[in-house]
């Protein structure tokens, strides 16, 4: 399994919001910078967020990055179909030596 | 914009051996390490190897230290990914990536390619 733990699905009516989760440990989240890629069906994945809560330029103000102690946390407000993806965090781990990614949320626009 | 192009995919047996290939153009590419992330079918993102941007720094996953080998040729702006002794577990999707930041490979990837299929099977 991932070293970064998310759930792996998670749902919300057009125009709600939704929280994704990115749990770690101090080897990680707790003390590198997270960041959030999209990837939407059959395409490589995109930035969205870097150093725990930046938008690279082009990304929506509907996105949004925050990082507690060893947790880290995407929110994406007005729900749109477009955003129906699959969504992962990432960090460097430090015991590891190694750069780390969660498994993975596929969200879903209902 | 920014752009990297990933070939040398394919179908090769267990044991085999494939070189993938990355080209980047508009950007200084020799300014920033890169990195190959795989994605096995169905499965999430897994980073593989990095290398800096002289060449002259290489880090590799557990999963593949001794069969991979990360180069560059800074002269032709490509990335390359020597890849022996396959397994059926190396079957992914890889994708070069280019750092956020020329003074981190590891921080984050601003750009990726479009990917490039090795599948390992007989």
């Known amino acids: 399994q991932s070293v970064l733990t998310q759930p792996p699905s998670v749902s919300a009516a057009p125009g709600q919001k939704v929280t994704i989760s990115c749990s770690g440990s101090s080897s990680n989240i707790g003390n590198n910078y997270v960041s959030w890629y999209q990837q939407l069906p059959g395409t490589a994945p995109k930035l969205l967020i870097y150093d725990n809560n930046k938008r690279p330029s082009g990304i929506p103000d509907r996105f949004s990055g925050s990082k507690s102690d060893t947790s880290a946390t995407l929110g994406i407000t007005g729900l749109q179909t477009g955003d129906e993806a699959d969504y992962y965090c990432g960090t460097w781990d430090s015991s590891l030596s190694a750069v780390v990614f969660g498994g993975g949320t596929k969200l879903t626009v209902l | 914009e920014v752009q990297l192009v990933e070939s040398g995919g394919g179908l090769v047996q267990p044991g085999g051996s494939l070189r993938l290939s990355c080209a980047a153009s508009?950007?200084?590419?020799?300014?920033?390490?890169m990195s190959w992330v795989r994605q096995a079918p169905g499965k999430g993102l897994e980073w593989v190897s990095s290398i800096s941007g002289s060449g002259g720094n290489t880090y590799y996953a557990d999963s593949v230290k001794g069969r991979v080998t990360i180069s560059r040729d800074n002269s032709k702006n490509t990335l390359y990914l020597q890849m022996n002794s396959l397994r059926a577990e190396d079957t992914a999707v890889y994708y070069c990536?280019?750092?956020?930041?020329?003074?981190?490979?590891?921080?984050?990837?601003?750009?990726w390619g479009q990917g490039t299929l090795v599948t390992v099977s007989s």
């Open positions: 990536a280019k750092p956020g930041y020329s003074s981190s490979w590891s921080r984050n990837y601003d750009y």
């Open positions: 508009k950007f200084t590419f020799s300014s920033y390490a």
